[in-house]
């Protein structure tokens, strides 16, 4: 994670590298810092806490000089405090860093037995100390210095650093994390993602996998890991330089929870032919007929939404499906087949488990396929086709409206390969992509029961465990439900299979823990709704989500309840998403905590 800034200017950057910042937040918030040269001197300026903490400091001691870096931290090795926030410098170098220097212990170790001094408890603080151990005690030129330091260091990161009596030179290197180089009008840029140069340059160059560049403002020269001179094509941006706004909600995550219906609908559209009711996928998809196993795997809230395509691409499709999360698949041998397809889910496109196994199956021989909201992002850049999302930029940690989008995406592909596996009809294609195009409709219905589950977040805001229970496609939705609460509320909740419940969890029930039941009017409502009994016959509070049929069905004693627009059965979980999402956020809100960036969380996730 951490979010990496660097500018050659005309003129003084501070101002425009804290605008590049406030674009990288999402990487992580709990610090951040700026370094400049101004003539020829090193100084920097450093605070914890959100990036308006840093803002006032700047405000009181402003920083000069058209050379400088950036960045914002979300704290890996040391607590977030000013001495660990980046960057780190010596008197020759100042550093910033985003990823993990694994073997940082030894070359500390190594570097104080040489007479250096640290003052932080960071990794990222040896490649400073040792640019400078290259600098002075060989002699090197910057860019040896930096090329023999990162040649030293393990581990997955990106670098970029300035020098002192240097103030046409940035040197940086990409061995994990991304890194985007802008060009400008005699201007050069760096950012962690081209998004963060948006306002400054559409003109971006990626570095690959172990390249470094020295940049001046003349031009930027690309070294791979070998030290060879490479070039890397420029490519033109569509990210926007526009900041998104609030557009009148309190937080980005109500905004994007209620902007699911449009979204949505944007989607479907990338996906369905409206008049024919059938579904048009990307050129050169999976082969789906001869696909004999896929292979999905993804972290978080995107793992939930592959959980459930697993029940769609089974149903629609019969075609096997395992489902991993992305920091586990790699350490299991996988029994791939040469016909096998790997599917990658990824919001930001940038989250390191997810690239690591995506880069596993790849060493497999696997086709790979994303289901992605950002399309320049690393994930989309080495997949072999790539499944767009319209979410749009979702900037609440908390991920709501590309959950749903994914969905779509991810049931638009188990129709398509249920179609080419000669399991669905026509009609059977028909009436599904009927259920689906009626979605938009159906969120924009569930979302006005904002109301009543605002009242109910004040009861579930004074709990202090929470379960969340569903069969079927319900099943991973409840675990997202709880991934949901517990990030924005800090409220423990574990979400599990209904019919687990008796084969342990039910000892924990008592009048302190409410259950949500996720209970669709489906083939599993009865078993559910009997799971839901046994809770209440333990004193258990219930309080189930289904529609206005199944709420009249379920019987008596529930503590509260939430009326669902009626939905097609196996699509359910793209709207019961909502009051998911929505009992999540109002209890946060009750709580009073920081629902756009909750504590120790971060967007992006790009260290392993
Ligand atoms: O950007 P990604 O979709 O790859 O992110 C995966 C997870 O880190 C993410 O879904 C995370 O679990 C969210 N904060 C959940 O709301």
């Not at 559209?269 to 196993?293: E, H, M, N, Q, W």
């Not at 995107?302 to 790699?330: H, M, N, T």
């Not at 028909?430 to 605002?454: F, Q, Y």
């Not at 019919?499 to 302190?512: F, R, T």
Request: with cysteine; hydrophobic share 40%; glycine share 8%.
């Amino acid at each position: 994670m951490c979010g990496i800034i660097g500018i050659l200017g005309k003129n003084d950057v501070a101002p425009s590298i804290l605008a590049g910042l406030k674009r990288l937040e999402y990487r992580g918030y709990d610090s951040a810092g700026v370094a400049t040269v101004m003539t020829g001197q090193l100084d920097r300026r450093r605070a914890p806490g959100k990036l308006s903490a840093l803002e006032a400091v700047m405000e009181e001691r402003p920083l000069g000089g058209p050379t400088g870096i950036g960045h914002t931290r979300w704290a890996t090795h040391g607590a977030p405090t000013k001495t660990n926030a980046h960057p780190h410098a010596t008197e020759r170098v100042s550093v910033v860093h985003n990823g993990i220097i694994e073997n940082f212990a030894e070359l500390r170790q190594e570097l104080i037995d040489n007479g250096a001094v640290f003052e932080s408890e960071t990794d990222a603080e040896v490649c400073p100390q040792l640019i400078t151990h290259y600098l002075e005690t060989q002699n090197c030129a910057p860019a040896e210095a930096f090329h023999n330091a990162i040649k030293r260091m393990r581990g997955a990161f990106a670098f970029a650093a300035i020098f002192s009596g240097e103030d046409d030179l940035m040197i940086c290197a990409r061995k994990g994390s991304p890194l985007a180089i802008g060009h400008g009008d005699g201007e050069m840029y760096l950012g962690s993602d081209a998004y963060a140069l948006a306002p400054f340059t559409n003109r971006i160059t990626y570095l690959d996998e172990g390249d470094w560049a020295v940049i001046r403002r003349a031009g930027v020269d690309i070294f791979d890991n070998g030290g060879k001179k490479v070039l890397r094509p420029e490519t033109i941006s569509s990210a926007s330089a526009g900041i998104v706004e609030k557009d009148g909600h309190r937080h980005f995550m109500a905004k994007e929870i209620h902007e699911q219906p449009e979204v949505v609908a944007h989607t479907i559209s990338r996906y369905v032919d409206p008049v024919s009711k059938t579904i048009k996928l990307p050129d050169g998809a999976f082969d789906f007929a001869a696909l004999d196993r896929l292979t999905i795997s993804a972290c978080g809230t995107a793992f939930y939404a592959g959980q459930i395509s697993k029940y769609w691409f089974e149903r629609w499709a019969k075609l096997p499906v395992e489902v991993d999360i992305a920091s586990e698949l790699r350490y299991r041998d996988v029994p791939y087949t040469p016909n096998g397809g790997a599917l990658f889910i990824s919001q930001s496109g940038e989250t390191a488990d997810t690239l690591a196994a995506l880069r596993d199956a790849k060493s497999y021989g696997q086709k790979i396929a994303a289901v992605i909201n950002v399309p320049e992002s690393s994930i989309a850049r080495e997949s072999d086709i790539i499944f767009p999302i319209a979410a749009g930029p979702e900037v609440g940690v908390a991920s709501t409206k590309a959950f749903t989008c994914q969905l779509v995406a991810l049931a638009c592909i188990a129709i398509a390969a249920g179609r080419a596996r000669g399991i669905l009809t026509l009609q059977d294609e028909i009436e599904i992509v009927g259920a689906l195009l009626e979605t938009p409709r159906k969120l924009s219905e569930a979302l006005k029961a904002s109301g009543s589950i605002e009242k109910i977040a004040h009861d579930i805001a004074k709990a202090e465990d929470i379960l969340y229970i569903g069969r079927g496609v319900s099943y991973p939705l409840a675990m997202e439900g709880a991934l949901k609460l517990k990030e924005i509320s800090y409220i423990h909740a574990e979400g599990y299979a209904a019919g687990e419940l008796k084969h342990g969890p039910i000892a924990l029930i008592d009048e302190n823990l409410p259950v949500v039941v996720i209970a669709p009017l489906d083939a599993h409502f009865e078993k559910t709704v009997s799971n839901m009994q046994e809770l209440m016959a333990r004193g258990g509070k219930a309080l189930l989500m289904s529609c206005k049929k199944g709420l009249q069905q379920a019987g008596d004693g529930i503590w509260t309840s939430i009326e669902i627009p009626e939905t097609d059965n196996m699509l359910a979980p793209i709207v019961y998403a909502v009051p998911i999402q929505l009992l999540a956020y109002f209890t946060a809100t009750t709580k009073g905590t920081d629902v756009d960036q909750p504590r120790n969380l971060a967007k992006s996730v790009t260290v392993e």
